[in-house]
């Protein structure tokens, strides 16, 4: 099994630009979720979704969007990106809340 | 909302030395697992603790969860510079997954 995939694992993006983070689990989990990690920082949770069709709002969702579709995939859109979006961002699932979570790769963004 | 706390932010060890890192939380909680974040990595799983005064062992690794579900700690004996890199708690809950500010771990050989 794959696990979590995300792509692209780099980007470089102008400000003002959009983009979307791609993330795919092939576990069948419930919970997906979005981080950014800072330089040198914790985790900070952008979105959330319990399942298919369900998204909420983590600690800094602003600037950021998502939907939930499918169970399989978690796309993060930055529709206008500033440079203080520059960070490695990493989707992460879960079975339930309360179970092991596990990580993709990440993908290290930076706006300029 | 829930705040948590890691101390200390950083941490040089000579190698063969034991490291200790704490997480404290504002508020009770469920349950709380530990990840660690080698450099350039993603975070991986290292455990989960449910029961209140709940410890459990991992080779040199003892993790411990307080009486009252608002603190843990990771405690690892004689380091070894595999074990160089951020360990992080996170804390669980209702539904937003936070993980606590993280311990950088470096060992000196």
């Known amino acids: 099994n794959a696990g979590v995939t995300q792509t692209p694992k780099f980007r470089i993006l102008k400000i003002g630009q959009s983009m979307t983070l791609q993330c795919a689990q092939d576990m069948n ?32 969702p602003n600037g950021y969007n998502v939907s939930r579709s499918t169970t399989e995939d ?16 990493f989707c992460a699932s ?4 309360n179970t092991e979570a596990f990580f993709g790769q990440g993908t ?3 706006v300029v | 909302g829930q705040q948590v706390m890691q101390i200390p932010q950083y941490q040089h060890v ?8 704490y997480c404290n939380s504002s508020t009770t909680l ?5 990840y660690k974040q080698r450099p350039g990595g993603h975070p991986v799983f290292l455990i989960q603790l449910v029961k209140s005064g709940e410890v459990k062992k991992q080779k040199r690794l003892t ?47």
């Open chain 1, 74 to 89: 978690f796309p993060l859109r930055l529709e206008l990106a500033a440079p203080s979006q520059t960070s490695v961002y």
């Open chain 1, 29 to 60: 989990h419930n919970y997906m979720y979005w981080y950014r990690q800072d330089p040198g920082m914790g985790l900070k949770l952008i979105y959330y979704s319990v399942g298919a069709g369900i998204t909420d709002k983590g600690e800094v």
């Open chain 1, 108 to 110: 290290r963004l930076t």
């Open chain 2, 63 to 109: 993790f411990q969860f307080g009486e009252a579900k608002k603190n843990s700690s990771l405690h690892i004996t004689a380091t070894q510079t595999t074990d160089v890199g951020t360990y992080f708690c996170a804390p669980r809950g209702y539904q937003k997954v936070t993980f606590g500010t993280g311990t950088k771990l470096q060992v000196i050989p």
């Open chain 1, 94 to 97: 879960s079975d339930q809340l």
């Open chain 2, 14 to 21: 000579q190698e063969g030395e034991d490291f200790t890192t």
């Open chain 2, 30 to 34: 469920s349950n709380i697992q530990w």
